[in-house]
């Protein structure tokens, strides 16, 4: 039953805010957030009196207070904020993908803070246009005719589907009708695209002569989609891009590749698993190749469309690509990037991606042991400390196969159960992410800095302190 009474134990919002303590924070803080803290914890009060939950000792004042000052800390804070990847997946969807090179993000106040030449042609001194930033060494890189970037990859196929496919077929093999993160789907992006998706072949073989019998005159582009997510394996078969591309020529069809994320170094040559190259497709002739600035390439988000010169064309000239155009500190980010790329070992060096799937076992290891060595013994009952071989993923949707061997500082439950000390870290200031498996929680030393070993300590420390 309801205690009416505590309700008009409930202090008034002029009496708090003239209160000293809450007057203080005028300093700090905006009127209108103090104002909006006051709000948020009387109604938190209010229902939790409808709840049964608040008790005559909870208004006393100085309680209230104390919260609306906790509050006014809690809702001043950003919502974007950085905290440590200990998941050991490098290209973290949920935690921003990609992580720029250092060398690009020293310089990003320049673009950020003062006018740029982004739309202005500064030899003839008239306007300009965007694309220019990227496009030469893009074509430096690749060897394309001609290049153009939007502001994500699902951007440039839908682009590329309105511009050329629009009212017409395209055909595509079953066994790559895929969907990626955030329930994006091939054959909706077909249709929003205003094409008609014509399937060919199987879930797990698609042949050549799938394609050429569904060849027909209303027949605008064959689709090429890159599986970089999942893998068919056993009893299949797939026709390769070098195929498509002669009976594209042959019946004077475009050949479209999405390969999702771009790869431009050969991981192979690192003892990892070969992924699909950039360089290659655009050798093998294909019309249109469309792929992602972040993931595997180690850039911003963004969508990067190669092609011949007369198609790309026709993309700039779409409406459409205004709205999906790219804004000038993601280019600014892409185009440094990408002038990395010209050493590759540079750029494996200099980008963050390519350094933690390139980056050997013992690193890792000794990584992990200098942690191990700054935690120092640990007289705890919470949980225990070891050391472990694990697997790292590529993650982003790219090498779903790939186990990178690496190495985890685990954290063994004792008094502290994995799914408490899993929460606890993600609480910690800045969040800890690791990840549990097997009733352990594992940090995963492959995806974090050398600069976060110390935060990562004190964090351990003060877990194993923890009374509950």
């Known amino acids: 039953m309801v205690d009416s ?14 209160h000293e303590k809450i007057r203080s924070l005028a300093t700090l803080y905006p009127q209108s957030l103090i104002l909006k803290a006051i709000h948020n914890v009387l109604e938190e009060i209010r229902e939790g009196i409808k709840r049964g939950s608040i008790e005559r000792e909870d208004l006393d004042l100085l309680r209230i207070i104390s919260s609306i000052r906790d509050e006014t800390d809690r809702i001043s804070r950003p919502n974007l904020i950085p905290v440590i990847n200990a998941t050991g997946i490098i290209v973290h969807t949920n935690l921003g993908r990609s992580l720029l090179s250092d060398a690009v993000v020293k310089d990003f106040h320049l673009i950020a803070s003062n006018y740029s030449n982004l739309e202005f042609d500064l030899q003839e001194g008239r306007r300009g246009s965007r694309y220019v930033h990227v496009e030469e060494i893009l074509k430096e890189l690749t060897g394309s005719e001609a290049a153009m970037v939007v502001n994500n990859n699902a951007a440039a196929v839908l682009l590329c589907l ?40 199987t879930t797990n073989k698609t042949h050549l002569k799938d394609y050429e019998d569904a060849i027909d005159e209303d027949t605008s582009m064959i689709l090429k989609v890159h599986k970089s997510n999942y893998e068919i394996v056993g009893f299949s078969k797939e026709v390769s891009i070098e195929e498509l591309v002669e009976l594209g020529r042959r019946y004077g069809k475009i050949v479209m590749e999405d390969l999702g994320s771009g790869c431009f170094v050969d991981f192979s040559k ?14 093998a002739g294909v019309d249109i190749i469309t792929f992602s600035g ?11 469309i190669l092609g011949k010169g007369e198609l790309i064309e026709l993309l700039r000239k779409n409406q459409l690509a205004r709205a999906l155009r790219i804004d000038k500190l993601t280019l600014f980010a892409l185009e440094r990037t990408l002038r990395l790329y010209r ?22 290891r000794k990584r992990a042991m200098r942690l191990k060595r700054r935690i120092g013994k640990l007289n705890t009952p919470n949980f225990q400390v070891r050391i ?18 690496s190495v985890s500082l685990s954290l063994y439950p004792q008094r502290l159960s994995d799914t408490y000390m899993e929460e606890w870290l993600r609480s910690y200031d800045p969040p800890i992410i690791g990840r ?14 050398d600069a976060q070993l110390n935060t990562l300590k004190d964090a351990i420390q003060r877990l194993s302190l923890k009374e509950i």
Do not use: W
């Not at 003892?271 to 497709?281: A, D, F, N, T």
């Not at 050493?343 to 890792?364: F, G, H, Q, S």
């Not at 472990?388 to 061997?405: C, H, N, Q, R």
């Not at 549990?436 to 800095?449: G, N």
């Open 388 to 405: 472990e071989d694990v697997f790292s993923k590529t993650g982003g949707g790219a090498l779903p196969l790939m186990d990178i061997p």
């Open 343 to 364: 050493d590759e070992d540079m750029a494996i060096e200099k980008i963050p991606t390519l350094r933690m799937i390139c980056e050997p076992y013992e690193r890792v």
């Open 294 to 304: 972040d993931k595997l390439l180690g850039g911003p988000q963004a969508g990067i």
């Open 436 to 449: 549990v498996e097997d009733r352990r929680v594992i940090l995963d030393m492959r995806t974090v800095k």
């Open 5 to 18: 009474h505590l309700f008009r134990k409930i202090p008034s919002v002029d009496r708090l805010l003239n």
């Open 162 to 201: 309105d511009t050329f496919a629009r009212g017409r077929k395209v055909i595509v093999s079953r066994g790559e009708l895929i969907e990626i993160g955030g329930s994006f789907r091939m054959p909706e992006v077909m249709k929003r695209g205003g094409a008609e998706m014509v399937e060919v072949g």
């Open 270 to 283: 690192y003892g990892l698993m070969k992924e699909p190259l950039v360089q290659e497709s655009v050798k």
